[in-house]
């Protein structure tokens, strides 16, 4: 590796926990060192030591429209011209609210915050608040951010480490997290039979990305539906990461089933830190100052971030978005072929704008059948792609995210990379 990033990473390790400030990305998923990047611009990434790489992690997820898009960057400069933030109300927030209202038009009202973690806690607390009980049902392998309740079985960076959960998480908490398969209604149906009148909440992603991209079954999320409703639970759809990646429409537009609580994130900031949760009027209104579950937030409604995620999405239009969703389709399809043409068992999940090549032969559709992925190859095969200026997720468990930027050239360039990695990994293979 180059000089730079060989003496920054050393620093880094001096100065942070793991050497990061987000565990995915210290590597330990894939082995080798991470990259310090310097820049980004539309499809590519530029690291410290001036190499070049297509990117398929986009910040994990908000660049939809790629990197430094000419619209997000002149709304961004503006807003830091006009103020960094006033910690009073500004018109861009309710630009950026219009914009989610015309988009998930069943929701009454919403609250901005700063990260997908904040939404998620507050999403918990109202629905808690609001049924008057106490148990959270999740599913094995969903993350919805690093709070206590939910910190139980939570995919991707957790999975990675091999932490079924953390120490300093309260037992007392994690009691009150119910935990069942994605994808099992049946099991759903007997937590509820047993004690569905003390269950506050489901929270789902509806499509899950954070085990890699794994698409709910037909009648999954209308089951989770009827049973939330005939109980007295609400259902919350984390749509931090599926948002806007799905659907241009989100979750309710893809699937059909409407929840009661949404969570919004990733895009909705457009790479800056913006979250939000929306529901219907009456269940938002139970929060302060109308009403008295207490959240808050310093920076809530950060102007640069409102202005960010306004611009993102104003530009995200049928043609825009469309163009992310081909590319990603493209490279799903390319990455098949090439690792059939080596015989290598890989399974694609897509949903829309987003999607996970499994090391297995086999369709996942829960985190129990992650066993059988082969996530030493995806190591592999990651490095092959970081070799030749790919930058794909660094854990097998994640999806990968494409933009309107990835165009034919960055389809090719990567499909190219990924044929040579494969080969690599066929030769390594034992004959059979
Ligand atoms: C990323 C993510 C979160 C956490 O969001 P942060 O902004 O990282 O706190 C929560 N839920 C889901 C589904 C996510 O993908």
Redesign the pocket.
Known sequence: MAQKNTRLWREAQEAFPGGVNSPVRAFRGVGGSPRFFRSARGPHLTDVDGARYVDWVLS?GPHLLGHRHPKVEAAVLKAARDGLSFGAPHEGELRLSRILHKRLPWIGKLRFVC???EA?MTALRLARAATSRDLILKFNGA???HHDSLLVKAGSGVATLGLPDSPGVPGALAALTLLAEYNDLDQVRQMFQRQGSRIAAIIV?PCS??MGVVPPQPGFLAGLRELTRKHGALLIY?E??TGFRVHPGGAVAAYGVEPDLVTL??VVGGGLPA?ALAGSAKLLDLLAPAGSVYQAGTLSGSPLAMAAGAALLENLDATTWKRAEAAAARCAEGLEEAAKAEGIPLTIQRAGTMFTPFFTAEPVRSAKDLARADAKAYGKFFHGLLSRGVYAPPSAYEAWFSSSAHGPAIIAKTLAAARAAFQDLGRARPKR
């Open positions: 994990w990260s997908g973690t998620v993350y919805h951010g992603e990305g954070n984390d931090v990461m994130g990733k979250a």
